[in-house]
């Protein structure tokens, strides 16, 4: 009998506070055995600069966990990846600015993601990005937004189109479960919903599932298209500077066979390839950008409250209903945990 997600979320639940403390892995998740063919079941990913179990010096004892009541025995895939790093880097001025363009802060730069609304009649609108694209300093001071960023030419003044509004805080010695921030225009006009190759987004999804296809634009890499590889990924992110590594709880990694994830796409936005509704938020990827990490995005519009803007008004929400048995479905934040995640506001001088 092949493994079941249920089996496979149980063992990684199991093994991922032991395994991330050993030197070169960098992320533990569930996905499939076997990518190309889903019918031999689930697996636990460990993404790691060694190529095997036996040089991370595990024995296969540790990997005979049996799925409740069923005796089946849950594999182990292991994928080699180096260090995985928060991006940030960016380009030309654009009016009015759409998702997936350069977007940060006079030092620093990063991708739009989406452009988002608390009223469904999208009186207001805000920009949803990165929190370390949009607060680079992780402070609660309502940093100036430009457009272009200040990496690739943005000025201060000139190119501003608004300031930092509300986010959530990068946490140093807790788990961190989103990486978001919203800036608030100077005026709404400023901001344009409309997603670049796709036009109007329908809205976004509450859940997605292991090998669904998306695709994404972003500053750096454009137009590309990768499939979501794991699930419930906790994960290590480097993101350098004064918050050095970060731990990251049940993270999505999606892969693509070109880079996906270079500097310059922190904070673009995923869209389902079959539907256009927006699934996930890329804020870190591996050196080579085949792998992107990201969050669903419906975490983040719970927290902030927000929903897709659209011209006319703001988009659905499309409740995707996983199989109660299946695990291979990204699931709502437990509301303990969604409690924990207080969006601050930012203060102005």
Do not use: C
């Not at 992320?27 to 076997?34: H, P």
């Not at 079941?41 to 991370?56: P, R």
């Not at 009016?95 to 620093?108: A, H, K, L, N, Q």
């Amino acid at each position: 009998m092949v493994a079941t997600f249920m089996a496979a979320l149980r063992m990684k639940r199991k093994m991922a506070p032991h395994i991330l403390k050993k030197s070169g892995v960098h992320g533990v998740g569930i996905g499939y055995k076997d990518p190309a063919n889903p019918k031999k079941g689930a697996a636990v990913i460990i993404y790691t600069d060694k190529v095997s179990s036996a040089s991370l010096g595990l024995i296969p004892a540790m990997f005979a966990a049996k799925a409740k009541g069923k005796g089946t025995a849950v594999p182990i895939r292991i994928v080699k990846t180096g260090k995985m790093r928060a991006h940030a880097n960016y380009t030309r001025r654009i009016r009015p600015v759409p998702p997936g363009y350069s977007v940060g802060t006079p030092v620093d730069s990063g991708s739009v993601g989406l452009i988002v609304t608390n009223n469904s009649k999208a009186a207001s609108r805000y920009l949803l990005s990165n929190n370390h694209v949009l607060n680079p300093n992780n402070t609660n001071f309502a940093t100036e937004t430009i457009q272009p960023g200040g990496a690739d030419g943005g000025r201060s003044g000139t190119d501003r189109i608004g300031r930092l509004y509300s986010y959530v805080k990068l946490e140093k010695k807790k788990n961190n479960f989103i990486d978001a921030a919203l800036s608030v225009p100077t005026n709404k006009r400023l901001l344009n919903p409309n997603y670049p190759t796709v036009g109007a987004i329908p809205g976004y999804v509450t859940s997605y599932r292991v090998g669904e296809r998306l695709k994404k634009v972003g500053r750096t890499t454009g137009l590309v298209n990768g499939r979501v590889e794991s699930i419930d990924t906790d994960i290590q992110i480097d993101y350098g500077g004064n918050l050095g590594v970060l731990n990251f709880k049940n993270q999505t990694v999606i892969r693509g066979t070109t880079p996906i994830s270079l500097a310059g796409d922190s904070g673009s936005a995923w869209l389902r390839r079959s539907d256009n509704y927006a699934a996930a938020i890329n804020f870190a990827g591996t050196s080579d950008g085949r792998l992107s990490i990201a969050f669903p995005i419906h975490w983040a519009m719970q927290a902030f409250g927000t929903k897709v803007a659209r011209a006319s008004g703001a988009g659905k929400v499309k409740q995707i209903q996983a199989v109660k048995t299946s695990r291979a479905y990204v699931r709502k934040l437990p509301a303990k945990v969604l409690a924990g995640i207080k969006p601050k506001r930012a203060v102005r001088a």
